[in-house]
């Protein structure tokens, strides 16, 4: 009864979200409010922890959902004023045939974009949008195009994570990931179709993706073995988006209104790369320049203002209003933002606030009682497919997976599940380096289902309130590349 309790958040969410159709924020308040009743009146929390737990969610969410908020604010001003539309055009020119456009938005740009440490969802969902898609497929699409490789992303974040976590050297860790990730980039572009029509089921179609889904794979793994997983996933979005490009790059010409149009998206990927790339600002940015906060004894919460995306975005915002609204109030584009996105962030936020509730089940940190292990739903969640025995390899990565979904965040999902497959490998007698890259692979693909990104991605194109019929498509990919996943690493 206590496990079927501890998977009771998946399958709620699950069914509301398949099943119901509801929209992110019923997702969230429904889920948030089940998740704190059974961790105060089932799991032992005490209801402080419950509440400062939430809270510690809410503040750790904070960076995204001004990310958010930054990403509609500008988009709704490229978007109203027609300079996305233009700029997909412009971008799109040199690539002949709709399935080869399509790819190079939905694979090449957000791969290149995660890559260099730059969120996806802003740039590329509306840039979807302005290519022709309905919102539906463009929010869809513009997680999909990354969550292949998202191991590989952010400059090697992730991997730097997952070895602080194990303690197993990044670079081991990274090769393994790199060689789960050329299979998970070819199920990811497989499922475009899903999204993108009907006529992409065709034989020749399949193959088609199934290469273009190869390509990126095969360059991030070169790349993290010739150069370093820092550059994965940057090098797989690059490498596609030359090949598409480089053919027909004589069309795209820098006229004066292409350079105006993109000018705030240039300076806001700059500005982001700058902060990042270069040591002393990074020093900077990342280790003086921050806010620390402690809400619970022995857990730290750290803002980086100037790292971060949302200042770039909200520099860009203004910039691109001056251009292309000069004379109107900037106010009033602050209001409309605000009321256009307001469900969003209030979604996000909730999400972030179950995540945590979910990491502190069975905790009493004020008392200093240690944790107790049997009344920790993610323990109980993984210990709980430990019964598969010999196929245990095959659900690791939808383990990762569900820690996404539950999260939002692919890193969360590895601080909640990957410690707890060294000692389930030591039992089974697996090899706990793949379990844990398993794990993070599946936790990456687990970014098309979350409500968490599904709200983020909606948000940017029109498709607030449809995040159900969303989920409804992603919640199965998911499960389904996962499990792929799981038999491919068991033939390794």
């Not at 990403?71 to 490229?78: D, F, K, M, P, Q």
């Not at 994570?161 to 990931?177: H, I």
Request: glycine share 12%.
């Amino acid at each position: 009864m206590l496990t079927l309790l501890a998977w009771s958040p998946v399958l709620l969410l699950a069914v509301l979200a398949v099943f119901f159709r509801r929209t992110a924020l019923q997702l969230a308040m429904a889920g948030t409010a089940w998740t704190a009743i059974i961790a105060a009146l089932v799991f032992n929390t005490p209801v402080k922890i419950v509440f400062l737990a939430a809270l510690d969610g809410f503040l750790v969410t904070l960076p995204l959902l001004l990310v958010v908020y930054g990403g509609i604010l500008l988009a709704s001003v490229l978007i109203g004023s027609g300079a996305l539309t233009r700029l997909a055009d412009w971008f799109t020119g040199a690539v002949r045939g709709e399935w080869n456009r399509l790819s190079l938005l939905t694979l090449g740009m957000s791969n290149s974009l995660e890559g260099a440490g730059i969120i996806a969802e802003p740039v590329a969902a509306p840039m979807l949008r302005a290519s022709g898609l309905d919102p539906l497929p463009s929010a869809a699409l513009s997680i999909i195009g990354y969550s292949g490789l998202m191991t590989l992303g952010l400059g090697g974040v992730i991997i730097t994570v997952l070895a602080a976590v194990t303690g197993y050297p990044p670079d081991l860790l990274a090769r393994k990931v790199a060689v789960l990730s050329v299979p998970s980039s070819v199920l990811m572009a497989l499922s475009i179709p899903f999204f993108a029509g009907p006529s992409g089921f065709r034989p020749g179609r399949l193959a088609y993706l199934a290469v273009v889904g190869l390509i990126p794979g095969l360059a991030a793994w070169a790349a993290v073995v010739v150069i370093g997983h820092q550059v994965g996933e940057l090098a797989g979005g690059v490498i596609l988006t030359l090949i598409f490009v480089l053919p027909g790059i004589r069309r795209m010409k820098v006229t004066a209104s292409v350079f105006r149009d993109a000018l705030p998206l240039a300076v806001m990927g700059m500005g982001i790369v700058v902060v990042n790339a270069l040591p002393v600002l990074k020093e900077l940015v990342r280790e003086r320049w921050v806010l620390v906060l402690s809400l619970i004894p022995g857990r730290t919460i750290t803002f980086r203002p100037f790292s971060d995306a949302y200042l770039y975005l909200f520099l860009a915002f203004i910039l691109a209003h001056w251009i292309h609204y000069r004379g109107e109030s900037l106010a009033g584009a602050l209001f409309r933002g605000s009321r256009q996105g307001w469900r969003t962030i209030l979604s996000m936020a909730l999400f972030g606030s179950m995540g945590q509730i979910l990491s502190f089940t069975g905790a009493d940190v004020l008392s200093g009682r240690a944790m107790e292990q049997a009344g920790n739903i993610p323990r109980i969640v993984a210990e709980s497919l430990v019964v598969a025995g010999p196929i245990y390899p095959v659900l690791v990565p939808f383990l990762g997976w569900v820690g996404t979904f539950l999260t939002g965040y692919g890193v969360a999902s590895i601080m909640l599940f990957a410690t707890l497959q060294i000692g389930i490998a030591g039992k089974l007698g697996y090899s706990p380096e793949w379990l844990v890259c398993g794990l993070a692979v599946g936790a990456s693909v687990g970014g098309i289902s979350s409500p968490f990104k599904v709200a983020f991605a909606a948000s940017m194109c029109g498709a607030v309130g449809r995040e159900g019929e969303i989920m409804r498509k992603t919640i199965p990919i998911g499960i389904a590349a996962c499990l792929i996943l799981g038999l491919v690493m068991v033939l390794l």
